[in-house]
């Protein structure tokens, strides 16, 4: 049994990496074009694990089955970017960095406001499926980056996308009006190709063979499927003719 980690892009140019929890530790599928994979996504979930320092990651210890989310209480409380991810200041061992920034990110037709290192600032657009995006600030700290974005949020701008937006037709005008209406003089730089799905599902097979990965989403030219933190990659279970 595995649970979905995460889609990892380590470079704009490099294809993505589908990383799973396992009992035994993590394990990487590459998905590169053309891959078949007997999966299905369930509505089951299991622990991921926690970070215990900066870009490493310990399995739970028992592989824990949970309600929702993607960590059990016990390695959330262990994650050095629990209060980050809550909004609540810089991770632990990192405070007062002058090394974050702050960005805006065009998704589909919405626009959102986040935060990140500067070093990591690309990846962390890939693993959100940006179309076009701007940074805006840089040379923070990560309390004073909050506290920008915050202040952004405050003027109507949001911190977070649904995935069914990130399939939808990008117009690229709209990232640069909201910058010119905000104030700022910045450029603005797109980042991920079309998705090229109609319809996008949460569970169920894994869409196959792949043709597109945008951010956490996987396509296969016409369904493209949401790969969610936590959700459990089962076998694909045969159905019988009575379900169609």
């Given at each position: ?5 995460k ?9 993505p990496?589908l ?39 310990e399995s ?20 050095i ?9 810089a ?19 919405h626009?959102?406001?986040?935060v ?22 840089s040379?923070?700290t ?7 974005e ?15 937006h ?9 990232l ?29 097979r ?17 369904v ?8 459990v ?12």
């Amino acid at each position: 049994m595995k649970s979905i980690v995460k889609v990892v892009w380590s470079g704009r140019n490099e294809t993505p990496v589908l990383r799973v929890a396992t009992e035994d530790g993590y394990k990487d599928i590459v998905l590169e074009p053309g891959l078949e994979l007997d999966y299905e996504v369930m509505d089951e979930r299991r622990c991921v694990g926690y970070h215990s320092e900066r870009g490493k990651m310990e399995s739970c210890t028992d592989f824990r089955e949970i309600d929702s989310g993607d960590q059990c209480p016990e390695c959330r409380r262990k994650d050095i970017y629990t209060g980050w991810r809550t909004g609540n200041g810089a991770p632990d061992g990192m405070e007062g960095e002058a090394n974050y920034s702050v960005y805006l990110a065009q998704c589909g037709d919405h626009v959102k406001v986040g935060v990140a290192r500067t070093s990591r600032l690309e990846k962390r657009w890939l693993e959100q499926g940006a179309d076009y995006t701007s940074e805006i600030h840089s040379g923070l700290t990560a309390e004073d980056a909050l506290e920008k974005e915050k202040e952004l949020s405050g003027k109507g701008i949001t911190e977070r996308i649904r995935k069914e937006h990130k399939i939808k037709e990008t117009d690229s005008q709209l990232l640069e009006s909201k910058i010119e209406e905000l104030g700022y003089n910045v450029e603005t730089q797109k980042v991920s190709p079309k998705i090229n799905c109609r319809k996008l599902t949460r569970t169920g097979r894994f869409p196959t063979p792949v043709k597109h990965v945008k951010g956490q989403i996987v396509s296969n030219g016409s369904v493209g499927l949401a790969l969610t933190s936590g959700k459990v990659l089962g076998e694909r279970v045969q159905r019988g003719l009575e379900e169609y």
